[in-house]
């Protein structure tokens, strides 16, 4: 929003109180300011104390300060609010008050140091600086802020500092004949809060002078509202006039909102652009009027950010907001610093953020210093009416108590599951946790504020979202086999049923036919019977026996064809019937193999149990780990739980790789000591590079001191041999092949060739380049020496000859080099930030690497393959097959550029450094897992290599402290001799506690491995 105040003459400030310099438009309230007057020149002292919002501050500033510099002399006037350091705040206004004068009060720290080792000082302190003449006025606005801002989750203003803040005021008043006149301004719920400081309430509030500000009575009104518009000369209808008024009745204690609400409504009568017109209600209506004009003025504030702007302004105001036990919505000021790490923003982008929503025109938040300066700075939001008026900030004040109260479920959820007392989440109520995660993206720093075991909370979730989702797939997985198998044994027992069936219908058809062809045959044997009787009787009738006889014959042959059917028969039915009892016998095996299915799902049970179980070991072990860090001073317990996470870790399956548990004994190792862990003095200044012997445990540094030191970790990094110390500074060292020559690179273009091997050796020097050597690399045959500078040539040495050619690059400047194993590729990093890729060492250019919007930084070979890493600016890393010209993964990481890249090859890992300060070993195995991650480096990294069995990795920084660092590639090393650091294991109560009281106590170390001995007296 634009504005021409001047112009305008706009009499109302908004949301802000009135300025000192705007006393001429200030109407009203001189009963009170005659009060306040008089009781401050009585007494010394005046409390101004009223309700938020009721005008108190401008009273002071506006009518106050004016009134007595015309009326009583000399002033001076010092202002301040406690802010999150009161005696802090006190020094800073003794320093602008000391700068009116041209006097220098000294550093600020050192006047804080003096203000609470002295409790009487501020009086005589200020003496020095007043005139003999001179009285000086100091006026401590928001009194309230030394209460509101000790609160524990500000970080700010312990008890302590509010205590000497409160003395210095009172001693300075209370002395005789002094010059110290103090106002002290404060809302009246916080009065009883005085009462924490007896001496200060007795002696000065209750028994000395206090003035109240009330809320405007309505006679009031017109001549606080309507009279600053007559004064700059401007009109409003009659119809205005008197809806202001009889509105104004019901917010007359929230001088905010009726100043905002006219600052706005003369707004909108500017747009208009015809000043000789009366303000209308329809300026008024637009401006919200009096019960919308806050929430419209926010909504306009918020709508002018850009989208990330806005994201931290919602971050901002759910720090700041709280819901109360009834429901009611109340501030919460907090630190800056705080802010940060809770929206994970950078300090100039919050200071930038803050600045938009508390200058003048916004005036919706306070800050009590300077973000960029001190982080420590505390944010509140200026009034309660912006909580009572905007709805936006009411519906973010709900979500994040909603998300307060998910992660305390969370949290309660997985101490249950530490103690064994349920399991894993299922869904709905897994996808409900997951979604919040997803949304909100909690940090350890906001959650600690609610719950410290964040870090239980959040691998209970992760757990609990892997195992459901491997449970998702095993299960689709058995369905389907289920499905088979049903389809499989349905189609047997029917094909089964069919055959018996059939078979049955077979038998049954051919019994009857068989009993047919019998009672067939009895017939025809009871005829013949008949016919032989009659030969008998009629034997004389030949011709008629013979053929009955023959007839007989006939039948008799058809008998026998009808036996020898029936035998057919029988024989068909025989094989049906072994068919049938194979069928049988196939689904009796169907049958068993249901069964041994059967068994081999308890099996299967049986082993997801033990699976379930050794993963809540595995998170207990890393909820183990984590707590580790946060009991530093703890030796023993912290100790303790560090180890016996590895142990469990080790036990069940756990990745050797995992960043928790390594953590937690790289910690304990750099409080207590590790053989393993050791910061290596010798240099003064930064590092500069570090290369290792190939084959040995021994390597090479440079620093900027111009020292070259030979280093051996076999005598515990003690024995040092300074190799080279002159003019020059080594600004990149490689080690031969076969560890017969250093190369290194200096600062003045040469590159200087020193024996290690062979004492008798000469050095030498190569000569051609003329910028600052940035890189060299030896092939791997040790015949040819690859360097590059900041002349932009890249240069072939052959060693042997000692000479150089140089590789064509057309028109770019390579100031980095890498070779490839089996000298197959040369890779050269260009200043402008492209890679180049050389086929057979340099002959011919086969590739290159660049990628539109951001520039490589780092480049490195993976040894033993032709895979390179390249390094962006933007914290992002590329891997690429040169031999196919494939890009084949991605991660992002790091936040800043990449600097660094080094290969562990033994121990499949990646080492990045960056300009962010941090140091990662990734798992190349599995480049989605959590890295190491070491912030605790000195400065930013600048030099880093693996040792060549691949168990340490050195890391050399700018900085000039611990600049030089050795830590093991792997927990195993740092879990190395732990027991020697204890003297005790866990009690039964710790281990319940830490551990699990479902889980069977052992002992962590033997009692013969402690290396710390009590001895019991007796």
């Given at each position: 929003?634009?504005?021409?105040?001047?112009?305008?003459?706009?009499?109302?400030?908004?949301?802000?109180?009135?300025?000192?310099?705007?006393?001429?438009?200030?109407?009203?309230?001189?009963?009170?300011?005659?009060?306040?007057?008089?009781?401050?020149?009585?007494?010394?002292?005046?409390?101004?104390?009223?309700?938020?919002?009721?005008?108190?501050?401008?009273?002071?500033?506006?009518?106050?300060?004016?009134?007595?510099?015309?009326?009583?002399?000399?002033?001076?006037?010092?202002?301040?609010?406690?802010?999150?350091?009161?005696?802090?705040?006190?020094?800073?206004?003794?320093?602008?008050?000391?700068?009116?004068?041209?006097?220098?009060?000294?550093?600020?720290?050192?006047?804080?140091?003096?203000?609470?080792?002295?409790?009487?000082?501020?009086?005589?302190?200020?003496?020095?600086?007043?005139?003999?003449?001179?009285?000086?006025?100091?006026?401590?606005?928001?009194?309230?802020?030394?209460?509101?801002?000790?609160?524990?989750?500000?970080?700010?203003?312990?008890?302590?500092?509010?205590?000497?803040?409160?003395?210095?005021?009172?001693?300075?008043?209370?002395?005789?004949?002094?010059?110290?006149?103090?106002?002290?301004?404060?809302?009246?719920?916080?009065?009883?809060?005085?009462?924490?400081?007896?001496?200060?309430?007795?002696?000065?509030?209750?028994?000395?002078?206090?003035?109240?500000?009330?809320?405007?009575?309505?006679?009031?009104?017109?001549?606080?509202?309507?009279?600053?518009?007559?004064f700059a000369g401007i009109k409003a209808e009659p119809e205005l006039e008197h809806r202001?008024?009889?509105?104004?009745?019901?917010?007359?204690?929230?001088?905010?909102?009726?100043?905002?609400?006219?600052?706005?409504?003369?707004?909108?009568?500017?747009?208009?652009?015809?000043?000789?017109?009366?303000?209308?209600?329809?300026?008024?209506?637009?401006?919200?009027?009096?019960?919308?004009?806050?929430?419209?003025?926010?909504?306009?504030?918020?709508?002018?950010?850009?989208?990330?702007?806005?994201?931290?302004?919602?971050?901002?105001?759910?720090?700041?907001?709280?819901?109360?036990?009834?429901?009611?919505?109340?501030?919460?000021?907090?630190?800056?610093?705080?802010?940060?790490?809770?929206?994970?923003?950078?300090?100039?982008?919050?200071?930038?953020?803050?600045?938009?929503?508390?200058?003048?025109?916004?005036?919706?938040?306070?800050?009590?210093?300077?973000?960029?300066?001190?982080?420590?700075?505390?944010?509140?939001?200026?009034?309660?009416?912006?909580?009572?008026?905007?709805?936006?900030?009411?519906?973010?004040?709900?979500?994040?108590?909603?998300?307060?109260?998910?992660?305390?479920?969370?949290?309660?959820?997985?101490?249950?599951?530490?103690?064994?007392?349920?399991?894993?989440?299922?869904?709905?109520?897994?996808?409900?946790?997951?979604?919040?995660?997803?949304?909100?993206?909690?940090?350890?720093?906001?959650?600690?504020?609610?719950?410290?075991?964040?870090?239980?909370?959040?691998?209970?979730?992760?757990?609990?979202?892997?195992?459901?989702?491997?449970?998702?797939?095993?299960?689709?997985?058995?369905?389907?086999?289920?499905?088979?198998?049903?389809?499989?044994?349905?189609?047997?027992?029917?094909?089964?049923?069919?055959?018996?069936?059939?078979?049955?219908?077979?038998?049954?058809?051919?019994?009857?036919?068989?009993?047919?062809?019998?009672?067939?045959?009895?017939?025809?044997?009871?005829?013949?019977?008949?016919?032989?009787?009659?030969?008998?009787?009629?034997?004389?009738?030949?011709?008629?026996?013979?053929?009955?006889?023959?007839?007989?014959?006939?039948?008799?042959?058809?008998?026998?064809?009808?036996?020898?059917?029936?035998?057919?028969?029988?024989?068909?039915?025989?094989?049906?019937?072994?068919?049938l009892r194979k069928n049988t016998e196939a689904l009796a095996d169907s049958v068993r193999?249901?069964?041994?299915?059967?068994?081999?799902?308890?099996?299967?049970?049986?082993?997801?149990?033990?699976?379930?179980?050794?993963?809540?070991?595995?998170?207990?072990?890393?909820?183990?780990?984590?707590?580790?860090?946060?009991?530093?001073?703890?030796?023993?317990?912290?100790?303790?739980?560090?180890?016996?996470?590895?142990?469990?870790?080790?036990?069940?399956?756990?990745?050797?790789?995992?960043?928790?548990?390594?953590?937690?004994?790289?910690?304990?190792?750099?409080?207590?000591?590790?053989?393993?862990?050791?910061?290596?003095?010798?240099?003064?200044?930064?590092?500069?590079?570090?290369?290792?012997?190939?084959?040995?445990?021994?390597?090479?540094?440079?620093?900027?001191?111009?020292?070259?030191?030979?280093?051996?970790?076999?005598?515990?990094?003690?024995?040092?041999?300074?190799?080279?110390?002159?003019?020059?500074?080594?600004?990149?060292?490689?080690?031969?092949?076969?560890?017969?020559?250093?190369?290194?690179?200096?600062?003045?273009?040469?590159?200087?060739?020193?024996?290690?091997?062979?004492?008798?050796?000469?050095?030498?020097?190569?000569?051609?380049?003329?910028?600052?050597?940035?890189?060299?690399?030896?092939?791997?045959?040790?015949?040819?020496?690859?360097?590059?500078?900041?002349?932009?040539?890249?240069?072939?040495?052959?060693?042997?000859?000692?000479?150089?050619?140089?590789?064509?690059?057309?028109?770019?400047?390579?100031?980095?080099?890498?070779?490839?194993?089996?000298?197959?590729?040369?890779?050269?990093?260009?200043?402008?930030?492209?890679?180049?890729?050389?086929?057979?060492?340099?002959?011919?250019?086969?590739?290159?690497?660049?990628?539109?919007?951001?520039?490589?930084?780092?480049?490195?070979?993976?040894?033993?393959?032709?895979?390179?890493?390249?390094?962006?600016?933007?914290?992002?890393?590329?891997?690429w097959d040169v031999a196919s010209g494939n890009r084949i993964d991605e991660l992002q990481?790091?936040?800043?550029?990449?600097?660094?890249?080094?290969?562990?090859?033994?121990?499949?890992?990646?080492?990045?450094?960056?300009?962010?300060?941090?140091?990662?070993?990734?798992?190349?195995?599995?480049?989605?897992?959590?890295?190491?991650?070491?912030?605790?480096?000195?400065?930013?990294?600048?030099?880093?290599?693996?040792?060549?069995?691949?168990?340490?990795?050195?890391?050399?920084?700018?900085?000039?402290?611990?600049?030089?660092?050795?830590?093991?590639?792997?927990?195993?090393?740092?879990?190395?001799?732990?027991?020697?650091?204890?003297?005790?294991?866990?009690?039964?109560?710790?281990?319940?506690?830490?551990?699990?009281?479902?889980?069977?106590?052992?002992?962590?170390?033997?009692?013969?491995?402690?290396?710390?001995?009590?001895?019991?007296?007796?």
């Amino acid at each position: 929003m634009t504005t021409d105040n001047q112009k305008l003459r706009i009499p109302f400030p908004g949301m802000r109180p009135y300025r000192q310099d705007e006393n001429s438009i200030f109407p009203g309230r001189e009963r009170e300011i005659a009060e306040i007057i008089k009781k401050l020149l009585d007494n010394r002292f005046v409390a101004v104390i009223g309700a938020e919002g009721s005008g108190k501050t401008s009273v002071m500033l506006c009518g106050v300060i004016p009134s007595l510099a015309r009326e009583s002399g000399k002033w001076r006037v010092m202002t301040l609010s406690p802010g999150g350091d009161p005696v802090g705040s006190l020094a800073g206004a003794i320093a602008v008050l000391a700068g009116e004068r041209n006097l220098n009060a000294g550093k600020i720290i050192t006047v804080t140091d003096t203000l609470k080792n002295n409790p009487g000082s501020f009086s005589g302190i200020t003496e020095d600086i007043l005139e003999k003449d001179e009285r000086l006025l100091v006026v401590v606005d928001q009194f309230e802020e030394i209460f509101r801002f000790s609160r524990e989750d500000t970080g700010q203003n312990p008890v302590k500092n509010s205590e000497i803040f409160v003395s210095l005021l009172l001693n300075s008043i209370i002395r005789e004949n002094g010059r110290v006149y103090l106002a002290v301004v404060i809302s009246s719920p916080w009065i009883s809060d005085c009462t924490r400081f007896p001496n200060f309430a007795e002696a000065v509030i209750i028994n000395r002078s206090s003035v109240i500000i009330p809320a405007l009575p309505k006679e009031s009104l017109e001549n606080v509202l309507l009279q600053p518009l007559s004064f700059a000369g401007i009109k409003a209808e009659p119809e205005l006039e008197h809806r202001i008024i009889s509105e104004a009745a019901g917010y007359s204690g929230q001088l905010p909102v009726l100043q905002n609400t006219l600052r706005h409504t003369l707004l909108n009568w500017q747009k208009n652009g015809d000043f000789s017109k009366p303000l209308s209600l329809t300026d008024f209506e637009e401006s919200g009027t009096f019960s919308g004009s806050v929430e419209k003025h926010a909504e306009e504030i918020f709508s002018d950010l850009d989208r990330n702007e806005k994201y931290l302004c919602e971050k901002i105001f759910r720090v700041l907001t709280v819901k109360g036990p009834g429901g009611e919505y109340q501030r919460k000021p907090s630190s800056s610093r705080y802010i940060m790490e809770v929206a994970g923003c950078s300090r100039e982008k919050l200071a930038e953020v803050v600045k938009k929503l508390s200058d003048d025109e916004a005036n919706l938040i306070n800050c009590t210093g300077d973000i960029i300066a001190d982080p420590d700075s505390v944010l509140d939001i200026r009034y309660n009416e912006l909580l009572l008026y905007w709805r936006r900030l009411r519906s973010w004040a709900d979500e994040e108590d909603n998300s307060v109260r998910t992660y305390k479920q969370l949290a309660s959820l997985a101490s249950l599951y530490h103690q064994g007392k349920r399991g894993l989440m299922i869904q709905p109520e897994l996808q409900r946790f997951s979604d919040w995660a997803v949304k909100e993206k909690p940090v350890l720093q906001w959650a600690v504020t609610y719950d410290p075991a964040f870090e239980r909370a959040m691998l209970y979730l992760r757990t609990s979202e892997k195992h459901y989702k491997e449970e998702e797939e095993k299960q689709e997985k058995i369905k389907k086999r289920r499905l088979r198998r049903r389809k499989y044994f349905g189609l047997g027992v029917f094909a089964g049923f069919f055959i018996i069936l059939s078979i049955l219908g077979i038998y049954i058809t051919g019994k009857i036919r068989s009993d047919k062809a019998l009672r067939e045959a009895e017939i025809l044997q009871d005829k013949s019977d008949s016919v032989s009787l009659v030969l008998l009787k009629d034997f004389l009738i030949a011709d008629s026996l013979a053929a009955r006889a023959k007839m007989n014959e006939q039948h008799a042959l058809k008998q026998k064809e009808t036996e020898f059917s029936l035998r057919m028969q029988a024989m068909a039915r025989a094989e049906r019937e072994k068919i049938l009892r194979k069928n049988t016998e196939a689904l009796a095996d169907s049958v068993r193999f249901a069964l041994n299915e059967s068994r081999q799902n308890e099996l299967n049970a049986l082993r997801l149990k033990q699976e379930e179980s050794g993963k809540r070991m595995l998170s207990i072990s890393k909820a183990m780990a984590l707590k580790s860090l946060q009991l530093n001073g703890l030796r023993e317990l912290q100790t303790l739980l560090a180890y016996q996470a590895w142990i469990f870790n080790n036990r069940f399956g756990g990745s050797k790789k995992d960043p928790d548990i390594y953590m937690g004994l790289y910690n304990v190792a750099k409080q207590y000591g590790s053989i393993n862990y050791k910061v290596f003095k010798g240099h003064e200044g930064a590092i500069r590079s570090v290369a290792f012997v190939p084959g040995k445990n021994q390597f090479f540094t440079s620093g900027e001191d111009g020292k070259v030191l030979k280093w051996d970790m076999d005598n515990n990094g003690q024995n040092i041999q300074v190799v080279y110390s002159g003019s020059g500074i080594a600004e990149v060292l490689s080690v031969s092949p076969e560890a017969d020559w250093l190369a290194c690179g200096m600062d003045d273009a040469v590159i200087r060739m020193i024996p290690v091997k062979d004492p008798s050796a000469i050095r030498y020097e190569l000569r051609g380049h003329t910028g600052k050597i940035k890189s060299l690399v030896f092939s791997y045959d040790g015949k040819t020496l690859y360097s590059a500078a900041l002349d932009g040539k890249l240069l072939k040495w052959d060693l042997a000859a000692r000479t150089s050619g140089e590789i064509g690059t057309g028109n770019l400047k390579i100031i980095s080099v890498d070779i490839s194993s089996g000298n197959t590729y040369l890779a050269g990093l260009s200043d402008d930030g492209r890679a180049l890729i050389w086929n057979e060492a340099g002959k011919r250019e086969t590739m290159r690497i660049e990628s539109p919007g951001k520039a490589i930084r780092s480049i490195r070979f993976s040894p033993g393959e032709n895979i390179l890493a390249v390094g962006y600016d933007n914290g992002m890393i590329e891997l690429w097959d040169v031999a196919s010209g494939n890009r084949i993964d991605e991660l992002q990481a790091h936040e800043a550029e990449v600097s660094l890249i080094r290969f562990n090859k033994l121990m499949a890992q990646m080492a990045t450094s960056s300009s962010d300060g941090s140091l990662k070993i990734w798992d190349l195995s599995d480049l989605k897992a959590l890295p190491l991650e070491f912030r605790d480096n000195d400065d930013m990294v600048v030099a880093i290599d693996f040792s060549p069995d691949g168990q340490i990795i050195i890391s050399g920084t700018a900085g000039s402290s611990t600049n030089l660092v050795g830590r093991p590639a792997h927990a195993s090393l740092l879990a190395m001799n732990v027991c020697g650091l204890l003297s005790r294991n866990f009690t039964e109560e710790e281990w319940s506690n830490y551990v699990g009281k479902d889980i069977s106590y052992e002992k962590t170390c033997d009692e013969k491995e402690f290396g710390i001995k009590v001895k019991v007296i007796r």
